[in-house]
C-alpha cells in the first residue's frame, strides 16, 4: 500500500521541513538509496520522482528497503493514531504491540478481532501495507534494536526478549531491516561509563513539544514516600523483586 496522490504533495512537503511532528505517521522511502526514513531525517530531501510513503515501517521492510542509519525510524514515536482509534486496524496494532502475534500466532491475533486469518491479512495490507506476520517482525526488530543500544544483555537474551523464536531468526531479521549485525548495531550505542553495572538505559521515543518539566513536577507532587523519588529532572521508583531489590529512574 502506498499513499494516494492527493496525499502525496502534504507528505512531501513534511518531509522538506524535516518536521517532527509527521515521525511514526508514516515513512519515506527512496528508490535510490534503498532506504528509507523518518520524515524528520537531517539527509538531504530526495527528489519526488524518487520517493514512496508508506503508512508503516513494515510496509516499506515488505517493498525491500532498508531503515536508514542516520534518523533510526524505528525509533521514532508511534503513530498516536493507535492509542485512540477504535477500527480494526488499531486494534491490531495495539495487539501485535503487546506481543500477542508471539504467543498465539496469527490466528490468535484474528481470534480476538472477530476475523479470519486470510480476511485479517487482507485487510491489514490494504489499510498498513503490510500483514500481521510483517507487522510484528518490525516491532520485533525496533524492541530488539532497543535492548541492544539501551542494555548489556547477552545478544541471545536480546533475541528472545525481543519475541523471536531463535537467535538465528534474531539475526537475520537484523541485518535484513538495518543491514547491520547485532553486534555492530549495539557497537553504536552511547557511552555510559558511569552507569551502574546491570542498568538498562533506554532511549524513549515521544513527540514533542514536551514540557518534561511540568512531567517531573506532576510526579514530585504525587510520589509515594519510601517507595519514589522526583526532582526537576528525574524520577525513580524503588521495587522489591524476587532477585533482590531493584529501581527504575527516569
Known sequence: MTFPASGFDE???AISARDTRFDGQFVTAVRSTGIYCRPSCPARTPK????????????AHEAGYRA???CLPEAAPGSPAWDIRGDTAARAMRLISDGVVEREGVPGLAAR??????HLTRLLSTELGAGPLALARAHRAHTARMLLVGTDMPISDVAFSAGFASIR????????VFAL???ELRARRRSHASAAPGAIDLVLPYRGPLDASGIF???AARAVPGIEEATATSFSRHLRMSGGPAWFEV
Open 11 to 13: 507528505r512531501y512537503r
Open 48 to 59: 519526488p520522482q524518487n520517493v514512496t510513503f508508506y503508512p508503516t515501517s513494515a510496509a
Open 68 to 70: 536508514c542509519k542516520r
Open 113 to 118: 478481532l472477530g476475523y479470519s486469518s486470510r
Open 169 to 176: 531468526q534474531c539475526n537475520d531479521t537484523i541485518r535484513e
Open 181 to 183: 549485525t547485532p553486534g
Open 217 to 219: 513536577a506532576w510526579m
